[in-house]
């Protein structure tokens, strides 16, 4: 009767088989301690890891790692550069720096872009801001091709000194008159 138990409980437990290398049959790099390991240990061991894990889907990925969206050069303006870079951006993460005018505080112009940022998200344009120096933001676009849009916008309010993307400096409209005024 007891042999009939101890059979019946090892039907019902569960039974896991592992792989298990042979101290010989280990790659070299398996063989070190764990302290030991370099970069390119890690990254062997995360590979190993993710082996049999399904692949992510496209828009999962990481930036670096997404096949770039295909520009039709046909349909595009050659006589307008910033064209060609808005189309490139799309899908990117793009920063753009921009500046408030005047002698403000920090309080001050984390306030005026904080209402610029509701500006843009109002316009469904999403950006984070993040404060860099007193005067200057950064605007922080997932969709690189927003920036412009962003700009166009910016550039029209009237505390803004200038916009700066891709290295290109965008000055503000009423940035202009003021410094006329004071020469």
Same mark, same amino acid.
């Given at each position: 009767?007891?042999?009939?138990?101890?059979?019946?409980?090892?039907?019902?437990?569960?039974?896991?088989?592992?792989?298990?290398?042979?101290?010989?049959?280990?790659?070299?790099?398996?063989?070190?301690?764990?302290?030991?390991?370099?970069?390119?240990?890690?990254?062997?061991?995360?590979?190993?890891?993710?082996?049999?894990?399904?692949?992510?889907?496209?828009?999962?990925?990481?930036?670096?790692?997404?096949?770039?969206?295909?520009?039709?050069?046909?349909?595009?303006?050659?006589?307008?550069?910033?064209?060609?870079?808005?189309?490139?951006?799309?899908?990117?993460?793009?920063?753009?720096?921009?500046?408030?005018?005047?002698?403000?505080? *920090?309080?001050?112009?984390? $306030? &005026?872009?904080?209402?610029?940022?509701? @500006?843009?998200?109002?316009?469904?344009? #999403?950006? %984070?801001?993040?404060?860099?120096?007193?005067?200057?933001?950064?605007?922080?676009?997932?969709?690189?091709?927003?920036?412009?849009?962003?700009?166009?916008?910016?550039?029209?309010?009237? *505390?803004?000194?200038?916009? $700066? &993307?891709?290295?290109?400096?965008?000055? @503000?409209?009423?940035?202009?008159?003021? #410094?006329? %005024?004071?020469?």
């Amino acid at each position: 009767m007891l042999f009939v138990y101890f059979v019946f409980i090892l039907t019902l437990s569960p039974t896991t088989y592992s792989k298990k290398f042979k101290e010989n049959e280990k790659p070299n790099w398996a063989k070190k301690d764990l302290r030991d390991f370099s970069d390119a240990d890690m990254e062997r061991l995360l590979e190993q890891w993710e082996e049999d894990e399904e692949p992510l889907e496209p828009d999962e990925l990481p930036e670096h790692l997404r096949v770039p969206p295909q520009i039709d050069l046909s349909k595009l303006n050659t006589g307008n550069p910033e064209d060609l870079l808005k189309s490139s951006k799309k899908g990117r993460t793009l920063m753009t720096f921009v500046s408030v005018s005047g002698n403000p505080t *920090r309080e001050e112009a984390e $306030t &005026i872009t904080k209402l610029w940022q509701s @500006g843009l998200w109002n316009n469904h344009i #999403q950006a %984070e801001r993040y404060m860099v120096d007193d005067d200057r933001a950064i605007f922080l676009f997932k969709d690189g091709s927003q920036a412009w849009e962003a700009k166009d916008f910016l550039i029209q309010q009237e *505390r803004c000194k200038g916009v $700066t &993307i891709e290295n290109k400096e965008y000055a @503000g409209t009423f940035g202009q008159n003021a #410094q006329k %005024e004071e020469l």
